[in-house]
């Protein structure tokens, strides 16, 4: 006669692990069973569980830690971002003029923002600036915008490599120097374009609301001296 161990059936490896899914607790009550599991390495040889667990959590651990020294770092570059973008405001509005206003906002990109060329575009002449190598001025109507037709009706900033012609337009004879930009389109002021040798300085997908606020800054302070 079959005794009932006998006849009870087998429980396979599935059931068990299914079984433990719906007690965690289970352990808590055999600690010395815990202690004596024995879990398979991704490397290396096995290990009891309470030390897979430990090494889990370090993981973790670990991850957690980059993650808050990552937003940490963003966190710092956001605000001295914010800091140069409230100089840069104030500096423009101390101007007297727009041709000083447009230095101002060309030295400032340059010294405070990395820029290895700065270029601003204007649609309409300004007087008092002749001759500067950071300024053109190309009317509306004018073909050489075609390339950023889209950008002067929109406003909306650009980041990274931008299109040859593009570059060409921006940078003239050095456009082949430039490996990334950061371009800001002012609907009916004209271009400001910030460009570097560093292909992965301006990058699709980097923030652009400074960028927005800085164009919004010599908008209002230009538009003191509108005829």
Known sequence: MKTGSETQEKLGAHEVAAWLRRHPNFLKQFPDLALSLVVPRDEGSAASLASYQLEVLRDKNR???????ELFFNAQENERLAVRTHQLA????????????????????AEEFNGDMVRLVMLKPVEGLDNAEWLQVIAEGDEALTPFRDGLADGEPLCGRLQPEKNAVLYGARSEQVMSSALLPLPGVGLVAVGSHDANRFYPGMGTLFLRMMGESLVTALKRYDD
């Open 90 to 109: 104030l500096v423009l509005m101390r101007q007297t003029s727009a041709a000083d206003t447009l230095r101002a906002m060309a030295a400032t990109l």
């Open 63 to 69: 991850e957690l830690s980059r993650r808050l020294q």
